[in-house]
């Protein structure tokens, strides 16, 4: 090797230097080591003594400096000074202690994929999206559907990536000039390519069955095929390997559990409705069709003003001319001829009807079929031809139900309404100034306005909650009823067995549901969620409703999850959470090993695919112990990672081809022996595992410090350290047959041959 392979720099920014000087080689001999281990460390390090010769390499010693490390084929590598630690030798000397990991890393970390956060010019704005439960037209705000709807979403849709599509959002138009090479084939995975690339890699390689080394600027990922590579290479135990070390960890073993992925949540919505087409004009009268056409928006839950019925009677002129029956032509397509009140063609029919009106003949059936179009009045203007869109907004079967009781009455019915001072009123009060942004969201009764210990429910519906809440709050109820408004108390119980309720509990207006401990009833009234509209107490932005105003009118207005407006319908939703993904993951061949080991289930939310599924288990459970496999060569000579060595030790049954994925020593001193490491998981350590499973008593039992692991256990040979190994004697000394001893003599000639018993 050549003097100058160590060369530290004033490089910073991407390798950039304007000068170098070399390390003096003595240091490099006494203290130099380069380990490198797959996907994982890529470090050097060395200890600088500071000499006259040597003053300039040691002064150009510095924090996140570049080191050029040359190897002896010429190729070089950076490596960026991580760790200094200064000190003085045993001649006084002073002295650096110096790491340093491949360029290539921070390099990597400068790479960053992060979320925006909201400011004020650019803020969060929430309830606008295509996902909001909110809708500003005036056309859909009460479009509910009578029956019952069930929509089936997935909770947590993350689409599934390549390997290569999540490496290229870091690579691609990256500022620090990395490049990448990829190499092999991956499943698809679902996850986010956020944070850095390095520490991206640390969390989610592996789930690809992937592993990756620095080269350069280069970023290298493989396969493990694709890395692989045989090799010239043959370690022989006693021959040019002087140690064989081999330590397996069965603790965290798993071959059984439960595999969990795709996490859906089904909604199921009923809506009532106190009209439906019992009540109802189903057919045109004297050739009109307004009045069956408000019957079946109301069937539907649909708000429908006069200008939209007239849009809609005009397009019906247009299509059939109030013909039911009315038969139209095919267009020049294959779908069949254009049929009934609206000239649906047959299948688009079906796609849009709903159970029990699927008669493409009935005027009434095609109006409920138009009402479950989404933005039904938005695709027709009554001058021109209609072409329907969008998926329909249920197929649930139409049952109409009569409405629940919509009654209100008052917390203290003996008080009724009573008064208020202004800062126990809803909404922003003087008086009410103490509250952050002035605002209260309920209203309060007080003991001395509003006397009694008994709260009556000023609301029917179900008990949905009762919990203990902070701040203040205390213990308090949450009354559901069927469109999905919550009537929350609070702030009135000391403790919880004041309540006299339970939850799944039917509440009617006036029963009484607990008893008032404390000095005042707060009451809330909201459709968003209970706690999580907690969150908003302070905000006055629709969340909380006025509960003076609702409880005198007798009704709370129309929005958010239920409605109530004049169509006369009503709403309620449950939800249903589930994975659509589900397996039992069994390993006999492992259980045949080592015995059934259940584990944990396995859950990945956002991973809707089964093979996606099933790669990531491959690639995570562990189903044979932690292994790890070293060497030592008798001498260092260039081996690189990836590299397939053919590993001989017979006295531990090995005899395999072995994967290099790690190696540390220093090339500059031939009298250390560079320690390899081989790959520890998957098939390719299998006949260690076997060789730990045989009886210990094959072991040579005269090791210089014999061990033994934890679960499965260790074995480790090193016959150079006791040479005088076959010459022990007594009852504990291993005994060789003369064919034994033969075949042994064969070995250290380098034939092919294996040590059998004992």
């Known amino acids: 090797m050549i003097r100058d392979q160590v060369v530290l720099t004033n490089g910073l920014d991407n390798f950039s230097n304007t000068q170098g000087e070399a390390v003096d080689y003595s240091d490099l001999h006494d203290s130099f080591k380069v380990n490198y281990q797959l996907s994982s460390a890529y470090e050097i390090s060395f200890t600088l003594t500071y000499t006259d010769q040597f003053a300039e390499a040691y002064k150009l010693a510095k924090m996140k400096r570049y080191v050029e490390y040359a190897y002896d084929d010429g190729t070089r590598q950076f490596f960026t000074i991580q760790q200094m630690e200064e000190g003085v030798d045993e001649t006084g000397q002073p002295t ?19 979320p925006k956060q909201p400011t004020e010019d650019n803020p969060d704005v929430s309830g606008l999206g295509p996902d909001s439960s909110s809708d500003s037209s005036d056309d859909n705000k009460d479009n509910q559907q009578p029956g019952t709807t069930v929509t089936v979403k997935q909770t947590d849709v993350q689409q599934t990536y390549s390997l290569e599509e999540q490496l290229h959002k870091f690579i691609d138009n990256n500022d620090q000039g990395v490049k990448l090479a990829i190499y092999g084939t991956f499943p698809k995975m679902a996850n986010e390519a956020t944070g850095s ?70 909604d199921i919505t009923t809506v009532t409705a106190t009209g439906g087409v019992s009540n109802g004009v189903t057919t045109a009268v004297n050739g009109d069709w307004s009045q069956a056409a408000k019957n079946a928006a109301n069937v539907m839950g649909v708000s429908m003003n006069d200008q939209q019925l ?18 139209g032509g095919t267009d020049g397509l294959s779908d069949g001829p254009a049929l009934g009140l609206l000239q649906f063609k047959q299948g688009t029919f079906n796609y849009y009807c709903r159970p029990p009106y699927t008669n493409i003949m009935s005027g009434f059936d095609q109006l409920i079929a138009f009402f479950n179009i989404p933005n039904c009045f938005g695709q027709i203007t009554g001058r021109h031809g209609w072409s329907p869109s969008g998926a329909p907004l249920s197929k649930a079967t139409i049952q109409a139900k009569p409405a629940t009781d919509n009654s209100w009455g008052w917390p203290f019915p003996g008080t009724g309404e009573g008064s208020f001072s202004s800062g126990q009123l809803f909404g922003v009060q003087p008086g009410g100034g103490f509250r952050p942004n002035g605002f209260h969201d309920g209203l309060d009764f007080g003991s001395v306005d509003h006397p009694g210990p008994e709260v009556h429910a000023v609301h029917g519906g179900a008990v949905t909650q009762i919990s203990w809440g902070s701040g203040g709050i205390g213990y308090y109820v949450v009354i559901t009823d069927s469109s999905g408004l919550n009537c929350e108390y609070q702030e009135a119980f000391i403790e919880r067995n004041n309540i006299s309720v339970a939850v799944g509990q039917q509440i009617k207006t006036g029963d009484v549901i607990g008893i008032r401990t404390n000095n005042h009833l707060h009451l809330g009234i909201t459709r968003a969620a209970i706690p999580g509209a907690f969150s908003k107490a302070f905000t006055n932005d629709g969340t909380w409703l006025d509960p003076l105003q609702i409880i005198k009118n007798g009704g709370a207005p129309s929005g958010g999850t239920g409605n109530s407006g004049d169509s006369g319908t009503t709403s309620s939703t449950t939800s ?23 584990g944990a289930p396995i859950i990945q939310d956002s991973i809707y695919d089964m093979d996606t599924l099933k790669a990531f288990v491959a690639n995570t459970v562990k189903h044979e112990p932690d292994t790890t496999f070293t ?18 030790a017979p006295e531990m049954n090995i005899k395999s081809w072995e994967t290099l994925v790690g190696y540390s020593g220093n090339p ?22 076997d060789a730990l499973a045989q009886d210990l008593q094959k072991i040579n039992r005269n090791n210089s410090l014999p061990e033994r692991g934890v679960s499965i256990g260790t074995k480790q040979e090193d016959h150079f350290a006791n040479p005088n190994n076959q010459k022990e004697t007594g009852p504990t000394a291993p ?16 034939k092919d041959v294996t040590l059998d018993g004992r």
């Open 668 to 689: 500059f001193n031939e009298t250390q022996a560079p320690e390899l490491t081989y790959r520890n998981t998957g098939l390719e350590l299998k006949s260690f595992v």
């Open 197 to 266: 690339l390095y520490e991206w890699l640390g969390s989610n390689l592996a789930s690809y069955g992937a592993f990756w080394y620095p080269d350069g600027y280069t970023l290298r990922v493989y396969d493990l095929p694709s890395i692989q590579h045989r090799s010239d290479e043959t370690f022989r135990y006693l021959n040019n390997m002087t140690k064989v070390d081999l330590q397996s960890d069965g603790n965290d073993l798993v071959n059984d559990c439960w595999v969990y992925g795709g996490k859906v949540q089904k």
């Open 310 to 327: 007239g849009v809609l009677l005009a397009q019906i002129k247009l299509e059939s001319g109030g013909n039911d029956q009315a038969k």
């Open 576 to 598: 249903e959470t589930y994975y659509s993904l589900y397996y039992h993951y069994v390993d006999k061949d492992s259980q045949k090993r080592y015995g059934v080991h259940v």
């Open 735 to 750: 005994k060789y047959s003369q064919i034994q001893m033969n075949r042994l003599a064969q070995f250290m000639q380098g």
């Open 96 to 114: 650096l202690q110096i790491t340093a990991t491949h360029a290539l890393i921070d390099l990597m970390k400068n790479i960053r994929i992060d």
């Open 631 to 648: 060497t030592t060569m008798a001498d260092w000579h260039t081996v690189a990672l990836g590299y397939q060595i053919r590993v001989y």
